[in-house]
């Protein structure tokens, strides 16, 4: 299989190692132009960017999807690449404790095998999904294509496109924060969720985690190979991630073809089912966990002991009827990150949308 990647350009830091990584051609990408060429669309995420949604349609419409564009979706559920993201991860750091999310090896030979065997059929379009692709680095990715390799001949020619997402620093971070948190007795602060957008400037100096992620995919792949998409552009063409993914990823279309294509998914998409709580219920939650553990609400507490707990989360109703009744002030956020979310738009030539529209930021008083 030739399917050879960059690898990361060591100690060589700021804009010229940037560029020369970009402008890398590996044969990935060079193959994609080559009739009868397989093709391996990765969608990697990242998390909160209409993925799970992807994820189910794709897998839901798996048989009308290859009938139709001969797509052969490699998940059985809309979350089964997860596993064999970690097991990558697991295969790349020997001797670390297996993720309880990962694969068994054999599986993860299994899975490999079965992709194989796709790209060597007829369809010869394959599509895998997780967002937890984005957590991999230069190394990881290496794993996986050799891991591929193993079950395809030397000489196999194969084109890879890689989605990838990016949305509004700041409605990105408080959506990342309502879903992991809504559920939760002992919430996050907002302010410790900032950590999903910035990180330790890395070896170009980028401390945006979008910047750093796009940054080790152009090491790998060279930017030819990525397919950028922004979450705000998609909405505000009122067009879903699978008509991107299906119309403009693998089939290529333009015009009225890209319209009748949309057409086509939409009608077989499902509306939208994740449901967040107000963002002050969070917080509710919060306050209330601070007052339960205070020792004056530990002596109030029935039968106080030390093993007691909280079970309250911000889905409860009785929480949010108290956020519901919190004054509150607004903080515009559209500033924030802005240079950053700007710097990642240029850098993909990613379609942008006529303006950032992050919401307002909603401080309990």
């Not at 505000?236 to 290529?252: D, M």
Request: with cysteine; aromatic share 8%.
């Amino acid at each position: 299989m030739k399917c050879q990647t960059c690898g990361s350009s060591g100690g060589e830091g700021g804009e010229s190692a940037r560029t020369r990584a970009r402008g890398a051609t590996t044969t990935m990408c060079s193959n994609c132009d080559r009739t009868g060429t397989s093709t391996l669309v990765l969608h990697i995420g990242p998390h909160k960017t209409g993925t799970t949604s992807l994820q189910k349609f794709m897998v839901q419409q798996r048989a009308w999807l290859q009938q139709k564009f001969g797509i052969v979706v490699e998940m059985q559920h809309a979350k089964s690449g997860a596993p064999l993201a970690h097991a990558i991860m697991d295969g790349v750091w020997a001797g670390r404790v297996a993720s309880r999310r990962s694969l068994p090896v054999e599986e993860l030979q299994s899975r490999m095998q079965h992709i194989s065997d796709a790209l060597r059929s007829n369809t010869s379009l394959v599509f895998l999904s997780s967002e937890h692709f984005c957590n991999f680095g230069a190394t990881s990715w290496t794993y996986f294509f050799k891991q591929l390799a193993k079950s395809l001949p030397t000489d196999f020619q194969v084109c890879v496109r890689v989605v990838v997402g990016n949305r509004a620093p700041m409605d990105w971070v408080r959506s990342i924060w309502e879903e992991r948190n809504k559920l939760s007795s002992h919430p996050e602060s907002f302010l410790q969720a900032l950590r999903y957008v910035t990180q330790p400037p890395d070896q170009f100096g980028d401390r945006a985690v979008s910047l750093q992620r796009l940054n080790i995919l152009e090491s790998v792949f060279g930017s030819t190979c990525l397919r950028p998409f922004s979450y705000e552009y998609l909405q505000e063409r009122s067009c879903s991630l699978a008509v991107f993914v299906v119309c403009n990823v693998s089939q290529k279309l333009h015009s009225t073809e890209w319209e009748a294509c949309k057409e086509l998914i939409q009608a077989r998409e499902n509306a939208a089912s994740n449901v967040s709580p107000p963002p002050a219920a969070i917080d509710v939650v919060r306050l209330a966990r601070h007052l339960f553990l205070a020792p004056a609400g530990r002596a109030a507490t029935p039968r106080a002991k030390s093993n007691c707990t909280m079970s309250l989360t911000s889905m409860d109703k009785s929480v949010q009827k108290v956020a519901a009744q919190l004054p509150t002030f607004n903080i515009s956020t559209a500033a924030a990150f802005q240079d950053d979310w700007l710097t990642w738009m240029k850098r993909t030539q990613a379609p942008q949308p006529t303006r950032l529209t992050q919401k307002n930021v909603e401080i309990g008083r």
